[in-house]
């Protein structure tokens, strides 16, 4: 099963004029969730905007994705502060479907194979409806013109998306033009969380259901992740990593370790990347 990645670099806040940069914690991450997805399930590929691009062919690593990298733009519209994950929807875009798209802070340890069969859509769990994340549409400030679909059920539980696997590019189409017609129909907010959630992870299901697709997600909720067996996402906890430096150089000397037991080719390249030379 072919998976995919993705890197658009506008919502880090840098000029276009200057050299984008990974955290050390996430390509150490990145490099052991690509070999970990490419032993167990199939084929990657990036898909990176040119300043992410150029940070994986100055240090040699566009050969750790099988299927290579593929430059990518997001339109001058959409607001990268207000939609930071949209990059991930135009990705999704451009793949031919059936397809995985992985967050690049999440590691996948065994085969989806048995659980995707005769599956239509699939995410890695779902959420509840919390109001402070997940308020009212009605809340939303949208361009004249916008109206949501009559057919969408707005009690339908949000579907986390930090990995997505979709069968067919109809179904596809459908969910990636609706969350852009809501991306850039939204007026001017400083909001930066509930109108990117309302596109990425309420607008899925909603689609689903409306095309009577049922959604099979791995966990119900988020505490079934904890025990790690199946996934590590790392989410929240980079927040850590930017503070707590011994956690920090904890977590990377780990992935690096898992590398060295497990994938020993990628390893190499990592030892050799010098955002993770000093920790190999």
């Known amino acids: 099963m072919n998976g995919f990645y993705s890197l658009w670099t506008r919502p880090s806040g840098e000029g276009e004029d ?18 970990s997805y490419e032993r167990y399930n199939g ?12 940070f994986f062919m100055e240090r040699g690593l566009e050969e750790v994705f099988s299927r290579g990298i593929c430059e990518f733009t997001v339109p001058d519209d959409i607001d990268p502060k207000v939609f930071w994950a949209g990059g991930k929807l135009y990705a999704l875009s451009l793949e031919e479907m059936p ?18 069969k005769d ?17 009212d549409p009605g809340s939303f400030r949208m361009k004249q013109g916008y109206a949501f679909p009559g057919s969408w059920d707005f009690n339908i539980r949000p579907a986390n998306t930090a990995m997505l696997y979709i069968k067919d590019n109809d179904f596809r189409d459908c969910y990636v033009e609706e969350a852009v017609r809501f991306m850039r129909s939204i007026e001017h ?17 909603m689609c689903a259901a409306q095309r009577g697709l049922s ?9 079934g992740l904890r025990e790690q067996d199946m996934f590590t996402h790392l989410w929240g906890h980079k927040n850590v990593f930017k503070f707590n430096m011994d956690e920090r150089r904890s977590f990377i000397r780990r992935c690096l370790l898992r590398l060295e037991r497990d994938f020993p080719q990628m390893y190499k390249k990592a030892a050799e990347v010098a955002e993770l030379k000093a920790y190999a």
């Open 215 to 223: 959604i099979y997600s791995f966990c119900d909720r988020l505490e």
């Open 18 to 35: 200057k050299d984008f940069a990974m955290q050390d914690y996430e390509l150490a991450c990145l490099l052991l969730s690509v070999a």
């Open 189 to 205: 907010t400083e909001d930066n969380l509930c109108p990117m959630v309302f596109a990425e992870q309420r607008i899925l299901p």
């Open 99 to 116: 397809s995985v798209m992985v967050d690049t802070d999440l590691i996948i340890w065994k085969s989806l194979g048995r659980q995707l």
């Open 43 to 54: 084929r990657t590929r990036l898909y990176a905007d040119k300043r992410a691009g150029a």
């Open 119 to 135: 599956k239509s859509v699939a995410v890695i769990h779902r959420e509840e409806l919390n109001p402070a994340i997940y308020p």
